[in-house]
């Protein structure tokens, strides 16, 4: 986690770069829409002659997620003269050279080198583009630009699933490889084009950006955000696990895991479209309560036997997901001091990654304990909903404390706009 070196503006922007936020909204949705289409692709569709085998796409998805969270912590230390723009065509750069590897073949080294530079793509994605989307909106209007950002992730989750399919079914792939390499450079070159010139950066040592931003995340009022973070991705991933492993969490209702798995991006998705007129309005407690109740019970009934339970648990935890990951964001650009966004930024992609290992840990953790160490897996899972639900409201309480300290007030607790 590392240190932001980008002199601000002291003045607050009053009016909003609209180019650069939907140039920043159309990046997102490409370099996620191109990613899942090519990863759905490459088990089961020929392209070069060969489908790339499962033990080989297993360990070409664990080389780019590790290559992912070591770039993101240096992003912003490492790369701070370039710029939010500069680094978001470099990560654009990244992506197509990794699709034309791929093009080249499907085999190694090229399927590595697709991990590899696919890996340092979004590392250096992830935290750069939520903080040139931070400081493109002008306060009042970063909610929405939080929430159509969630909005347009959540489209190339469904999105990219069905357009794969009918890649497969007209033969298209290899030439598809070529058409999504070029998407990802009209994406970098359109951020580019639309945002305004960087500002001066100080001669700083990598070392000491590197401490700097290290000391910034490890402080309150950014360490409740990062903790916040953590148990959103630890809970979403959680909930995916254990639906992949549905034969052995709820037998009964094992023939509907493939709706169910694709029921919660599409409800997320209808969702945030739903809130976009209202969200600002909430406020932040109110946000936070819901978000507990909403979790604690979606996890709760999503474990049950009935499928319509189940579905409105899905449904449940959607909503929850839906206000949580927008005000995690808006939350994090009000606690990152001058000119360390970045840094927090990185610090919460990464704070994410690591509740999406330890979500996917507990839920195969329950699957193999249950029934003996534990009660059944279903049973544990509604245990820790239950658990869910109290940390989620005790971090809503700390994070309302610590930003009436700090003024921090993303969110108006009344009503209004960040």
Request: include cysteine; aromatic fraction near 10%; charged fraction near 10%.
């Amino acid at each position: 986690m590392i240190g932001e070196v980008a002199i601000p503006n002291t003045r607050e922007q009053e009016k909003s770069n609209l180019r650069s936020v939907v140039a920043g909204i159309y990046l997102t949705f490409v370099t996620n829409v191109d990613y899942l289409i090519i990863a759905t692709l490459l088990p089961v569709a020929v392209i070069g002659g060969r489908t790339v085998a499962a033990a080989e796409f297993s360990l070409a998805l664990s080389i780019r997620l590790t290559v992912a969270m070591v770039v993101t912590s240096a992003t912003p230390a490492l790369l701070a003269r370039l710029g939010n723009a500069g680094r978001l065509l470099l990560a654009a750069i990244f992506n197509l050279a990794g699709f034309l590897a791929l093009f080249v073949t499907t085999a190694a080294p090229g399927l590595y080198v697709f991990a590899v530079l696919g890996g340092m793509g979004a590392g250096v994605v992830r935290p750069t583009l939520r903080t040139l989307l931070a400081d493109a909106a002008a306060p009042a209007h970063r909610s929405k630009v939080f929430q159509v950002f969630f909005v347009a992730m959540n489209a190339a989750f469904v999105l990219g699933p069905v357009i794969s399919r009918g890649v497969v079914s007209f033969g298209w792939a290899r030439a598809f490889l070529v058409i999504v390499a070029v998407a990802e450079l009209t994406a970098g070159l359109a951020v580019v084009l639309t945002s305004k010139a960087a500002p001066p950066v100080r001669a700083e040592r990598v070392r000491t950006r590197l401490r700097d931003g290290l000391l910034v995340c490890v402080r309150p009022p950014v360490l409740p955000v990062l903790v916040y973070a953590f148990g959103i991705y630890f809970g979403m991933d959680f909930m995916m696990t254990s639906f992949l492993l549905y034969d052995h969490v709820v037998p009964g209702l094992a023939g509907y895991r493939e709706f169910f798995l694709s029921l919660e991006p599409l409800a997320a998705l209808v969702l945030e479209l739903c809130l976009l007129p209202v969200f600002a309005r909430l406020g932040r407690p109110g946000v936070y309560a819901m978000v507990a109740t909403a979790c604690g019970a979606g996890v709760f009934l999503a474990f049950s036997a009935s499928f319509w339970l189940v579905f409105s648990g899905i449904v449940l935890f959607a909503f929850a997901e839906s206000l949580a990951l927008p005000q995690n964001q808006l939350d994090a650009t009000a606690a990152a001091p001058a000119g360390r966004q970045a840094s927090v930024f990185s610090a919460l992609v990464i704070a994410g990654c690591f509740g999406e290992i330890f979500g996917t840990m507990t839920a195969g953790y329950l699957v193999r304990a249950g029934g003996t160490s534990l009660p059944a897996a279903a049973t544990s899972a509604q245990f820790l909903a239950v658990g869910m639900a109290v940390c989620f409201g005790a971090a809503g309480f700390v994070l309302l404390r610590h930003g009436r300290r700090n003024a921090l007030s993303p969110v108006s607790e009344g009503a209004g706009a960040p």
